[in-house]
């Protein structure tokens, strides 16, 4: 088990910048970017975040009204468009067994919620991960590929995301707003260093290693 999170999260801490990864308070604009950034890149997505707030604002009684062809158009930009719309009228028609009320759907015990979210078609276990964090406001971690990355030049290599945040003891002390933190700390922090090997080193966090027990 890598047991020093708390220590990882200080050491981000001190060298980045304390700003939110999505910025935005909209709920359901997060869920749907979770689903539509599945294989693609942040330019793709906010075109078709983009198109489908001017046609819905985001209101999921809106988007679930669409003709599936109206959806797929919209989206159109993010790719794979067709899996993606089918996984959103999908998620949509789950959230509306409770009345599209979000906070009561948090109030579910983590693993359960975790579990229902898996069942769904095209929710895989980053996105789950994202929309608990990020929707639902639970806390646990997100072992995206940067995470990955990551956590091999700290010393510990993974064959995959199951394997590593199966490593990971989280910290009762780690709440919401800090896991959302370091998620978005790991990406900006991956994105600047984990380059080449001369960005690498370069890194303030390079000697950074994790502990194994």
């Known amino acids: ?14 060298v980045m910048e304390n700003k939110r990864w999505w910025n935005t308070d909209n709920k359901w604009e997060i869920l749907f970017g979770a689903i539509l950034v599945q294989n693609t890149n942040w330019r793709n997505v906010d075109y078709a975040l983009i198109n489908l ?4 604002q985001f209101l999921p009684e809106k988007v679930l009204a669409l003709e599936l062809n109206e959806l797929q158009d919209l989206i159109r930009p993010s ?9 959103i009228v999908s998620v949509l028609t789950w959230l509306k067994e409770y009345h599209f009320d979000l906070e009561t759907v948090a109030e579910k015990e983590f693993l359960e919620l975790r579990k229902e979210l898996l069942a769904i078609k095209g929710i895989g276990e980053e996105t789950a991960d994202a ?6 406001e639970h806390s646990t971690f997100i072992a995206d590929k940067y995470a990955q990355r990551l956590f091999e ?4 290599a993974s064959s995959g995301y199951k394997q590593l945040k199966c490593a990971i003891l989280w910290p009762e ?6 896991a959302q933190n370091l998620h978005g700390w790991i990406i900006e922090y991956g994105q600047a260093y984990l380059k080449n090997d001369e960005r690498w080193q370069a890194g303030p ?9």
Request: net charge positive.
């Open 205 to 213: 966090l390079r000697t950074f290693k994790v502990a194994v027990n």
């Open 1 to 14: 088990m890598i047991t020093n999170i708390e220590e990882l999260y200080e050491a981000f801490r001190q």
């Open 131 to 136: 929309l608990l964090v990020y929707v639902f």
């Open 53 to 56: 707030e001017e046609a819905t």
């Open 173 to 178: 002390t780690m709440d919401t707003l800090k």
């Open 153 to 156: 030049k700290f010393g510990f």
């Open 79 to 87: 790719g794979f468009y067709k899996g993606k719309s089918a996984t």
